[in-house]
């Protein structure tokens, strides 16, 4: 669990905050997109979605992110010690209420503040196809594949050496993270339950969303 701080403490809805890594890892490893933000040489704020894995070292949350290596993400973050927010959003569903104000939705999400640990290049010849794996950046490429289609690293050609070097990968330690998860039914205000026209006209109820693969 993460310390309370005032980077990471929920402020609004506090009952649907959570502070739980393992809470934090299942939203990261459904929605696989994080959208990485950081500020640029110039002071511009950037913000680019990416593929992104969670890794639990001895209680250590690492994120990876890959990309070309010659790229805006890879060249802006290819500094040690770069800080940044990601962020992950699972949307489950749309809560619909009698008035506009109470509509709400049901969903997931993660916020973790950390900076950045760039890899260099692979320098071995050969690239393992099961695990275990040296702690290389190729592994953390093979932990990206995995992330985002499980078993799928042995079914398809390995990287070269060259295809490697040649694909940035971004490491990510988290240093503060918390999650925020909004589940249940629909909240009316009383004075809309007691509108016995408002109640006839409106549907209220919540329609679940679903990712289907396929």
Request: hydrophobic share 35%; with cysteine.
């Amino acid at each position: 669990t993460y310390d309370k701080t005032p980077l990471n403490t929920i402020n609004r809805y506090t009952a649907r905050a959570s502070y739980d890594k393992e809470t934090i890892k299942s939203i990261i490893g459904e929605a696989k997109i994080g959208h990485v933000s950081w500020v640029d040489d110039e002071g511009m704020p950037q913000c680019l979605p990416m593929l992104g894995a969670v890794e639990d070292v001895e209680g250590d949350l690492f994120l990876y992110f890959h990309g070309y290596a010659g790229g805006r993400f890879t060249k802006g973050l290819n500094e040690k010690g770069t800080r940044v927010v990601v962020t992950f959003t699972i949307l489950d569903g749309y809560v619909l209420a009698l008035s506009h104000y109470s509509t709400d939705l049901n969903y997931r999400s993660a916020i973790l503040h950390g900076y950045t640990l760039p890899f260099g290049s692979l320098s071995s010849d050969s690239l393992p196809s099961t695990p275990p794996l040296e702690s290389t950046k190729a592994e953390k490429l093979r932990n990206v594949v995995e992330g985002a289609i499980p078993g799928r690293w042995p079914h398809a050609r390995l990287p070269t050496e060259t295809e490697v070097n040649s694909t940035g990968l971004i490491r990510v330690l988290v240093e503060s993270a918390s999650a925020k998860v909004r589940a249940g039914g629909v909240k009316n205000e009383k004075k809309d339950l007691e509108d016995g026209e408002l109640v006839k006209r409106v549907w209220t109820g919540v329609v679940p969303v679903q990712r289907t693969v396929g």
